[in-house]
């Protein structure tokens, strides 16, 4: 069966409210990455909590992976651009992800996992999206899925955009994954000079789009190269216009926000102090990772 290419149009484009340096740090035992969404942005960009972008072509840079760390209350989305990454985690799920691959897992009540490079050479580069859950979500059975390149839906507009959908739908293209209260849509966009991709918006969601090649413009301010522009919320924009003057390739991500509160303490993210509390006890007493 296939889908119907619905053309989508914009009136009126959200504005750029900030443009958003990353932070270079590292994490795991020693890759280096790009923390895109840090912490104080959670509640700006409630229901995402992080995004961490990594790229390097240096070994040193990525090859003692994440060892074996333990996730409770919310999800992660992996996207692999190049190089490939074995996932392994206490509930039995295990999956190689490569070039163009995403892994999604809910953490849920908690999971013990670790993720190791499979190469020991050549380009390493991906994102990791944490994305939250509804507190009564938080404890569920973890769940995880593995998708390769050509298990994800993907289009091109008439002006030429190449459009991967991992999360939501665009252009009446449903993603890989859809969730019913955060509502993510998650949309990997290569654009060739001279082309624009026009995607509506709910006005309650809270919406970012983060440059990983080239540069485009939104409401006719540019977007350089590895920065991130959060989206103004406002009622009068139905959505964003993202146009490119030369080859480019960015990440669009928006979602309903929870409005709960967000209480994060390492891999744990929480309603409250005295569930953290809970999670670092079941960790340390081996309870995090039990089915």
């Known amino acids: ?136 979500d938080k404890m569920n059975t973890p769940w995880y899925r593995d998708f390769k390149a050509d298990d994800l839906p993907k289009f091109t507009t008439p002006e030429g955009v190449a459009v991967t959908v991992i999360a939501g739908a665009s252009h009446g293209i449903s993603g890989a994954v859809t969730r019913d209260t955060t509502q993510p849509n998650y949309l990997d966009l290569h654009l060739s000079a001279g082309s624009h991709f026009a995607q509506p918006l709910p006005a309650s969601h809270n919406a970012f789009v983060y440059v990983y090649r080239g540069q485009v413009s939104i409401a006719g301010e540019t977007v350089p190269v590895q920065r991130m522009a959060i989206l103004a919320n406002g009622a009068q924009a139905d959505g964003v216009v993202i146009e490119a003057s030369e080859d480019a390739k960015v990440l669009l991500i928006s979602g309903q926000p929870l409005k709960e509160p967000i209480v994060q303490y390492g891999p744990f993210v929480m309603n409250s102090q005295d569930e953290i509390y809970q999670a670092l006890s079941d960790f340390r007493d081996g309870r995090l990772g039990e089915l």
């Open 1 to 136: 069966m296939t889908t119907r290419l619905v053309q989508q149009t914009v009136s009126q484009t959200r504005s750029i409210e900030r443009l958003v340096e990353g932070r270079a740090t590292s994490d795991g035992a020693g890759v280096k990455l790009t923390r895109v969404l840090t912490q104080n942005l959670q509640q700006r960009l409630d229901p995402f909590l992080m995004l961490d972008a990594f790229g390097s072509d240096q070994p040193d840079d990525y090859i003692a992976g994440f060892p074996d760390h333990p996730h409770r209350g919310f999800e992660t989305v992996t996207y692999m651009i190049a190089g490939r990454m074995l996932h392994k985690d206490s509930a039995g799920h295990e999956g190689l992800l490569e070039n163009g691959g995403v892994q999604w897992m809910t953490a849920g009540k908690g999971v013990i996992h670790s993720e190791i490079p499979q190469q020991e050479k050549g380009v390493m580069e991906g994102f990791q999206l944490w994305l939250n859950l509804p507190k009564r």
